[in-house]
Every structure is written in structure tokens, then in C-alpha cells.
């Protein structure tokens, strides 16, 4: 039996003109387009169908089927895969430069896609191995060829204002995704060296549709929403919101500021320090603190209180002169809400005395500690809100604990 020519399409033509290869068989070849419509690019798909694959004599048939956004994504990353490397011809030398960093372009604009339609939170790029962090749980995309990971790497460099060519420290860094929809999704990177002359990348979506910034909106019963509520009414005092990585404490905190706009009807002033910032806010302004710069928490909490602030965000305590600092604004009139790397309410106590709080101080500002956790189980989520009571100088605490959907 006559073999079969296999047609393919290269993933810079794909992106370019929204085409891929979805079926191929003995009579015909069924192409995804993302618009039918476009009868110039079927006739040059129908002509180079049947020009490069013949069976029995004759030219094969082109079928076509509607692509939506999201299903050309996901074909997009699969062309890059070790396993299914789809039509990617050898370029010439001169061109070799070009080509490659539209394909890492494409690859890039295909995994973010796919990630945000699977509810993604984190992108893991490591040992040529991506993998999505969807409900709490790292899951394998697709495994990369050394060149094409490097260049994927080098893309997100680039997208993110870092050293392209510093591989040997870690780096920080944010760009903005503009979705087929026309949305803007922001993602924060983090990039750090690892053994062999590798390095580990990871990308953290920042998408509103996925977990609006609506208090009512996060998995708060009635009750917790109250009390929050009721911190966000505070004129002064320490909020700290605790949990571990990705438990969605900045989110929480985003979601807080904007009922404090809502509940204040825009008449307070708002500051956020964050290294870097994860939403855009708007009514906050938004002071983005770069530690390697230079320009460092404390001293931008310094400068913020001549900006007469009546709250301020602070995106992490993580030294004694933050913590310090912070509870000194909490004792001058300021609303003061901060994130802390802790999963317990008596590993906060312990963390701040460990920053240098002092425990009588502590105790004279702290309004509330709220503990959150992701639990590893469909989309649940285990929310502690825990309020203080001073009696007799004693930190004492009132416990509610609820899992809901």
C-alpha cells in the first residue's frame, strides 16, 4: 500500500493564522480554524493539502471545523510536547533566531491559555517538565525538549524586565496577559537557579473571573463575612492574614481593601506596599517595593505616612524592621492589614514576637488573625477567622472553624 505524505503546519504558521492540524487519514485532512469565514487561508489550506498528500493518484480533502480560543491553545501547547513534535521544519541559519522566539511566543501563549481555562493557579517550569497547580495539586502538561524549554524561559525573562542572561541567582518579575477575551490576567514569576545548570520557573496567575475580589465571593459563611465586615471598619489596629503559599491570602486582603472603598464610600486613603503587586486595585494607590533596588518596606513605610494614609497594606511582614514599623502605624490611627508566612494563630503570635514585637504591644493592636488554608479536596476551602480578647494583658482567642465550597 502507497504510504500516506503527513501534512503539518509549523506552530509559528499556526499562531499567525490560527490554523492546526486536528485529524489526518487516508482521503482526507481535517483543519481547526478560528475563523471559518477567512476563504483566502481555506483555498491556500485546501491547495497545499492536496499538492503534498496523495492517495492512489489523487489529492486528499480538506475539512474544516470553528475552534474556540481556548481548544487552539491547548493544540498549540501539544505541538511543543517531547512526545508530539508537530510539523517544525529546520529553518535556515539566518532565520533560526526569529523563528525561535516565535515559537517560544506561541508555546507561552498556549500554556497560559490552557492554564486559565483549567483553573490553574501556579505554572511549573522545571527539568524540562510544565505542570499546572490546579485545586492544590501540581498535574503534568507537557515535557519540552532542553532548546525549547530554555527558550520558553528566556521569553518569560523577557516579558518580566529580568536579566535574560543571569542564571546563576534568583529573580522576580511580573507581565500582563491580554486573554482572547481582551482581559488583562497579571503573573507574577519567580525564577531561581537549580542543580545542573537549570533553572525553575514559576508563574503565578492572577486572574479576578477565577476568584473575584468580593468578600462574598471567597467561601466566608455568614458569619466569618461579618466579622470581616466589622474589621474593615476599623479606624485603626493590625490585621494579619496568615497560611501558606498560594492559600490565597492576597487575594483575601485585595477583597478587604476594596469593601473598605465600598464601605467608606471612597473618602479614605488607601496604600498598598507589595513586592510585587499582584491585582491592580483601583481607589488604592499602589506602591510596588523592590528589595533588590534598594527600596525596601521599611523605608517605603517611612515615606508612606507623609502621604496621609488612613489604611496600608503591607504585602508581607518578613523582618523585624517591617514588623516594627507596622506596629507603629497600628498605634498612630492607621488600619494596618498584613500577610504573614504562618499556618496557625499561635505560630503568628510567635512569628511577630520573633520579628521583635513586643507581646504587651502586640496585644494593645492586634484586632484579628485570620488563618486560611486550601484543602486538597475538589475546590474546598478551610477558613479560620480568629479575633482576639484582651484580658488581664492574656492574648485570648475566639476559634470558628467551617469548610465550605
Do not use: W
Not at 523605608?299 to 516594627?324: C, H, K, N, W, Y
Not at 498584613?338 to 510567635?350: D, K
Request: hydrophobic share 40%; with cysteine.
Amino acid at each position: 500500500m502507497q504510504p500516506v505524505n503527513k501534512f503539518s503546519l509549523s506552530p509559528v504558521f499556526c499562531l499567525h493564522n490560527g490554523a492546526v492540524v486536528l485529524r489526518q487519514d487516508q482521503d482526507s485532512v481535517t483543519i481547526g480554524l478560528l475563523d471559518l469565514s477567512n476563504i483566502v487561508l481555506r483555498c491556500r489550506l485546501s491547495h497545499a493539502v492536496s499538492s503534498q498528500v496523495r492517495h492512489n493518484g489523487k489529492g486528499a480533502a480538506t475539512l474544516f471545523e470553528l475552534m474556540t480560543q481556548d481548544d487552539f491553545n491547548r493544540h498549540i501547547s501539544l505541538m511543543f510536547s517531547r512526545e508530539k513534535i508537530i510539523g517544525i521544519k529546520p529553518p535556515e541559519v539566518q532565520e533560526k533566531k526569529d523563528v525561535s522566539e516565535n515559537e517560544a511566543e506561541a508555546l507561552l501563549n498556549a500554556l497560559v491559555g490552557t492554564a486559565l481555562k483549567g483553573q490553574a493557579t501556579d505554572i511549573h517550569i522545571e527539568n524540562n517538565l510544565v505542570r499546572f497547580r490546579i485545586s492544590g495539586e501540581l498535574v503534568k502538561e507537557i515535557e519540552l525538549d532542553s532548546d525549547r524549554k530554555k527558550a520558553l524561559v528566556r521569553r518569560i525573562k523577557l516579558l518580566s524586565h529580568m536579566n535574560v542572561v543571569e542564571t546563576r541567582r534568583g529573580q522576580d518579575g511580573q507581565f500582563v496577559f491580554k486573554t482572547s477575551d481582551s482581559r488583562d490576567v497579571y503573573i507574577r514569576v519567580s525564577c531561581v537557579p537549580s542543580v545542573g545548570d537549570e533553572e525553575s520557573v514559576v508563574l503565578r496567575l492572577l486572574d479576578t473571573r477565577r476568584m473575584p475580589l468580593l468578600l462574598d465571593k471567597l467561601g466566608f459563611d455568614d458569619e466569618q463575612l461579618e466579622m470581616l465586615r466589622g474589621l474593615c471598619r476599623c479606624c485603626d489596629g493590625l490585621v494579619l492574614l496568615c497560611g501558606a503559599t498560594g492559600a490565597g491570602k492576597s487575594t483575601t486582603a485585595g477583597a478587604m481593601l476594596q469593601e473598605i472603598r465600598r464601605q467608606s464610600i471612597d473618602t479614605k486613603k488607601i496604600l498598598s506596599l507589595e513586592d510585587p503587586p499582584e491585582y491592580v486595585l483601583e481607589g488604592v494607590t499602589q506602591i510596588q517595593v523592590h528589595e533588590e533596588g534598594g527600596v525596601s518596606f521599611q523605608e517605603m513605610l517611612r515615606r508612606a505616612f507623609r502621604q496621609d494614609p488612613d489604611v496600608i497594606f503591607i504585602g508581607e511582614i518578613r523582618d523585624s524592621q517591617t514588623a516594627r514599623v507596622a506596629l507603629q502605624a497600628a498605634m498612630t490611627g492607621h488600619l494596618v492589614i498584613a500577610t504573614l508566612h504562618t499556618g496557625t494563630l499561635s505560630q503568628a503570635v510567635l512569628r511577630m514576637q520573633d520579628l521583635g514585637a513586643e507581646p504587651a504591644l502586640l496585644v494593645s493592636v492586634l484586632r484579628a488573625v485570620v488563618v486560611q488554608r486550601l484543602v486538597q479536596r475538589k475546590l474546598y476551602a478551610q477558613v479560620r477567622v480568629l479575633t482576639p480578647k484582651k484580658e488581664d494583658g492574656v492574648l485570648r482567642i475566639n476559634h470558628r472553624k467551617r469548610e465550605v465550597s
